[in-house]
């Protein structure tokens, strides 16, 4: 075993492709194919199965690239303490469209000192979320859980080995323009809502209620529009004064003054946290990151 070939199997399991894993490596494609059996072999297990889907990390596979993270990791520093050498940093994001995950991501970026890294944020659907922790394409997931979908998307962090860390609990809000008629009010009901659109975001091959992002996802609704991102969301919240159901932790700073919370009166908790994969050493940015996190939320929390 070589740390050539641990930086061989990490590439394949971010890019889920032998062909794109060896571009970006510079080798051919049968080296990389003949470099991963070797090393499988050598290991006595299978890391990668082969699908018409492409690559699939097999569960024995995924706790050898948790190890495999922790001794690159470990090289990388005696490179750095005795070579001298600037090394480029990667950490990875993917979360639900809340913007204390952005503002933590910018606070992290500004405060981050060095002249090479390639950090990612993806604001994404709920089970790209468990896919890319579970992959390890991201070190952090941001998602909600709550009596309703927590048994289905517990189900999915267990086979791929995840596990959920809480962050905050919330009561339901609406998110409206700050010139919505239901914006001077203290709190919302169902029935005031009825008349207005409601936004939710689209969740592609996986659009099941349990991966919706917003909660109440099985009441019928006499309009509905499904956006991908936030921005368009907004927009929507805005041009057409419609609503949509989330934490009511919302970022002035990024988002303006224009869209507000409203309290929803409805018997619902929403369990924010985030999840990590059981077999991977947390490293100093996503530390970082998490830190950043609980204090953005705390003071936005002072501010629902």
Do not use: C
């Not at 922790?133 to 309703?148: A, C, D, P």
């Not at 002035?252 to 985030?274: A, F, H, Q, T």
């Not at 990590?276 to 929390?301: C, F, G, N, R, W």
């Amino acid at each position: 075993m070589t740390l050539k070939q641990l930086k061989y199997v990490i590439e394949v399991a971010r890019n889920r492709s032998i062909s794109k894993a060896a571009q970006n490596l510079f080798i051919s494609q049968p080296s990389l194919s003949n470099a991963i059996k070797e090393l499988e072999k050598e290991m006595g297990i299978i890391i990668f199965s082969r699908t018409n889907k492409g690559i699939v990390i097999t569960p024995e596979g995924s706790e050898f690239l948790g190890y495999a993270r922790q001794v690159l990791e470990q090289a990388e520093l005696l490179e750095n303490q005795y070579a001298h050498k600037n090394s480029q940093h990667h950490f990875a994001v993917s979360s639900q469209h809340y913007a204390f995950a952005v503002s933590a991501f910018v606070r992290l970026l500004k405060d981050y000192n060095s002249n090479e890294y390639e950090f990612t944020l993806r604001e994404t659907k709920t089970y790209e979320i468990i896919d890319d922790v579970t992959n390890l394409r991201s070190e952090i997931g941001i998602l909600y859980v709550n009596e309703f979908n927590e048994k289905v998307i517990h189900k999915f962090l267990r086979e791929g080995n995840l596990q959920f860390h809480q962050l905050f609990e919330a009561k339901p809000h609406v998110f409206i323009s700050s010139g919505n008629p239901l914006a001077e009010k203290e709190y919302v009901t169902l029935t005031d809502l009825e008349k207005y659109p409601y936004l939710s975001y689209e969740q592609g091959e996986y659009n099941s209620f349990y991966f919706s992002e917003e909660i109440l996802s099985t009441l019928t609704r006499p309009k509905n529009i499904h956006v991908t991102d936030r921005a368009t969301l907004f927009n929507l919240l805005i041009g057409l004064n419609g609503y949509t159901i989330s934490t009511g932790v919302i970022s002035k700073e990024l988002n303006g003054e224009n869209i507000i919370s409203v309290p929803l009166k409805v018997d619902e908790r929403i369990r924010v946290g985030y999840i990590t994969h059981k077999y991977v050493t947390q490293s100093p940015m996503a530390a970082i990151y998490i830190q950043y996190l609980k204090e953005t939320i705390a003071d936005e929390l002072l501010q629902v």
